[in-house]
C-alpha cells in the first residue's frame, strides 16, 4: 500500500533525510524521552506523544517491524531542565508529604491513563529508571577514567573529552552554558553530573551505594543506559523528545554514548542513533506552557470542561510537530466542532454500508496522497483535508470510503470507525442542569416551533445558551454543552 520513500528531519544535520532501518531484520528501533513523574503532565507534555504516537503509526503502516522504548523517570531529574536545583521526584515527595515510590506509581498511572486517553498505543517497552540503577553505575566505571571527574558533590563527565559536544544544540554558547548548574570546581560550565552524592547528614528517600559515595545517578545517564541496553549496541534509528531536551539533556546524552562506546576517535559522529527528532513547544499567549508556571492545564481539565481527549489530538495533527502550536480555547472548540462532524459524517456512512464489504483498491488515489504526505516528514495537517475529501467523495461506495478510512485511522489515530458521537458529550464539571431538564426543555421548544411560536422557540434557546447548553439542529444528539473556555 505505502511506495513514498520515507523522509524524516534529523536535527542533527538540520536536514531531511531519507530513513530506513539500519537494520532491516530488527526494524526501526525507536527511543522516546518519557516523563519525570513528579506530577501531572501539561497537555504540552503530551504533545510530545502524539508526535511520537504519529511516528509510530507511520513507521509501522509503512511496514517496518517496531521496537520503541518510552522511559519513566522517578529519580535524577532536577527542578531545572538545565541540570539545577533540588531533584524533582524528592521535592514532590516532601511537598506532599508521600513516599517517593507512591507519588512516582500515582504520577505514572495518570500519565499512562493520559495516554489512553488520546489513543496513544503503548510503547514495545516501558522502562523505569530505578530499575536500572546497577546498569548505570556499571556505565559510569567504564566512562569514569577516561572522561570524568570527581568532586565533593559528585561524579561529573568533562564535556571536553568527546569531540564535538553540544553539535545537537548548535554549539553551546555561554547563554546555553549559564543554564546549567554552577558547580564550584567544575572544569567547564557545560560539564555535568552523571552522580551526585548525598549531602553529608542528609538521607534522600532514593539513593543507593555506588563507587563515589551514596547517592543518586544524573538525569542524562538513565536515557543512555536504557536506549543502549534495549536498542543497541549499535546505533539505534531514531531518538525523540521535546525542543527543549535539543539543548543540554541530549548533547549530554551523545556525550555519554560517545564516551561509553570508546569511538571518540575511530568513530567521532557516533551519537547512540541515527536520528534525533524533536517536536516543538505547545504556546499559550503568554508563553510556552511550563509547570513552574502554576496552573498548567491538564488533559483532565479539557475533560472537565466538556472536551474529548481527541479533539486535543486532532488539534496537534492539525500542525506539523516542528511547528510551534498555539494553544487556545477557540483553537480547541474548532477542533472538537472538526471531530463531531468527521463523526457524524462516518456514522451516516456507516448507516449507508450496512453489511456491505468495502474495498480499498477504488480510493487507491486518497491512500497515495495520504501515503505523500506522511512520508514529507509526518506532515498531518497535509492529510487531514485528504480525509475530509475521502469521506465526501460520493462517487466511491460508503463502504470502499470506509475501508480507506481504516488505513487513515491506523496512521492518524482519531479512532473513527469506532467513535460515537455520543462520546463527545462530556458533562463539564461545572454544568448547571441535568440532561434531562434539557430534554425537557427542547420538548417544549419543538411544540413551540410546531405551533409557530418562534419568539418562545428562541427565548427556550437563549435561556439554554445562558446555562452553558448548545442547541444544535441538525445533530443527531441535538445539544451539547459549550465547553467552558
Known sequence: MSTAPLTLYNSLTRSLERFAPADPERGARVYSCGPTVYNYAHIGNLRAYVFTDTLARVLKWKGYPLTHVINITDVGHLTSDADAGDDKMEAAARAQAQSIWDIAAHYTAAFKQNLADLNIADPTRWSVATDHIAEMIAFAEKIAPDHCYELDSGLYFDSSSVPNYGRLAGGQD?????????????????????????????????????????????????????????????????????????????????????????????????????????????????????????????LQTLIGAGVHPLAYRLMCLSAHYRSELEFSGENLVAALTRLKRLVMTVSALKARAGDAEGSTDKAAAYLTRLDEAVSDDLATPRALPVLDELLADKKLSPADRLAALAEFDAVLGLDLLRLERAALRVRPAGATIAAEDVEARLAERRQARADKDFARSDAIRDELAVAGIEVMDGDPLGWDWKPAF
Open 174 to 298: 555561554d547563554a546555553a552554558a549559564g543554564r546549567i548548574d554552577p558547580v564550584a570546581g567544575k572544569r567547564h560550565p557545560q560539564d555535568f553530573a552523571i552522580w551526585r552524592k548525598s549531602p553529608p547528614g542528609e538521607q534522600r528517600q532514593m539513593e543507593w551505594d555506588s563507587p563515589w559515595g551514596k547517592g543518586a545517578p544524573g538525569w542524562h545517564l538513565e536515557c543512555s543506559v536504557m536506549s543502549l541496553k534495549y536498542l543497541g549496541p549499535e546505533p539505534f534509528d531514531i531518538h525523540t523528545g521535546g525542543i527543549d531536551h535539543r539543548e543540554i539533556h541530549h548533547p549530554n546524552e551523545i556525550a555519554q554514548n560517545q564516551a561509553y562506546c570508546g569511538c571518540t576517535d575511530a568513530d567521532p559522529d557516533f551519537t547512540g542513533a541515527r536520528f534525533w527528532m524533536h517536536n516543538n513547544f505547545l504556546v499559550e499567549r503568554s508563553g510556552k506552557m511550563s509547570k513552574s508556571k502554576g496552573g498548567f492545564t491538564t
